[in-house]
């Protein structure tokens, strides 16, 4: 059974940088994107940002230019370095590995202090 695990979450002051990491415990083929969502309380998830198999990559509005994805193909693995951090990233972030189905891992907390 396919398992996302993510890493790095954690509670920053404003202005600061954490790194979140995915991996897959299992064998998933023919991923065709991997992307970062996040979810704060009484809002919908989101998406914040995805990288394809190609490399094209896509960024909500709000964290371009501060947030970069990054993803290895051959280890299905998938990273979000997130830089100038704002209280309002503040949010439970979740890891997808799409293929013909998507697959999520457990969510990780990032808490932003002001």
């Known amino acids: 059974q396919v398992q996302l695990v993510e890493s790095g979450g954690g509670l920053v002051q404003a202005g600061g940088s954490l790194r979140l990491s995915c991996a897959a415990s299992?064998?998933?083929?023919?991923?065709?994107?991997m992307g970062w969502y996040r979810q704060a309380p009484g809002k919908q998830r989101e998406l914040v940002a995805q990288?394809?198999?190609?490399?094209?990559?896509k960024y909500a509005d709000s964290v371009r230019g501060r947030f970069v994805i990054s993803g290895d193909n051959a280890k299905n693995t998938v990273s979000l370095q997130m830089n100038s951090l704002k209280p309002e990233d503040t949010a439970v972030y979740y890891c997808?590995?799409?293929?013909?189905?998507?697959?999520w891992g457990q969510g990780t907390q990032v808490t932003v202090s002001s």
């Open positions: 299992g064998s998933i083929f023919q991923i065709t994107a």
């Open positions: 997808k590995h799409q293929t013909y189905r998507s697959y």
């Open positions: 990288i394809t198999r190609g490399g094209t990559t």
